[in-house]
Nanobody
Framework: QVQLEESGGGSVQAGGSLTLSCKFSGHIYKGNCMGWFRRQAPGAEREGVAVINDFYDTIYYADSVKGRFTISQNNDKNTVDLRMDSLKPEDTGMYYC??????????????????WGRGTQVTVSS
């Protein structure tokens, strides 16, 4: 079982920056896919924003965030961070940290994840 806890959300003006952090614990294998998803409106589907497989050295970003967001994993601190720069109002949403429970590749920015955090709200005003 994998436990995930997000932090770092908040409100910022367009053009600003935020860094989200996900603390993970439990049965994390080398090769687990981990990453960040967001739900931009109530009832909308969660979409992949950025995912990372540290063991296989692969990263995928959604087209809408390429060049603005950076995902990183720190295995000493057991964290997966999402640095978000040049934020836009359309980046507003609930951001979730997620992980696979097995050491499988990410394959795309929208892999099937098995474990989820509770989410942290990001609000970008114009």
């Amino acid at each position: 079982q994998v436990q995930l806890e997000e932090s770092g959300g908040g409100s910022v003006q367009a053009g600003g920056s935020l860094t989200l952090s996900c603390k993970f614990s439990g049965h994390i294998y080398k090769g687990n896919c981990m990453g960040w998803f967001r739900r931009q409106a109530p009832g909308a589907e969660r979409e992949g924003v950025a995912v990372i497989n540290d063991f296989y050295d692969t990263i995928y970003y959604a087209d809408s965030v390429k060049g603005r967001f950076t995902i990183s994993q720190n295995n000493d601190k057991n964290t997966v961070d999402l640095r978000m720069d040049s934020l836009k109002p359309e980046d507003t949403g609930m951001y979730y940290c997620a992980s696979t429970t097995l050491p499988i590749g990410c394959g795309s920015v929208n892999p099937k994840m098995n474990s989820w955090g509770r989410g942290t709200q990001v609000t970008v005003s114009s």
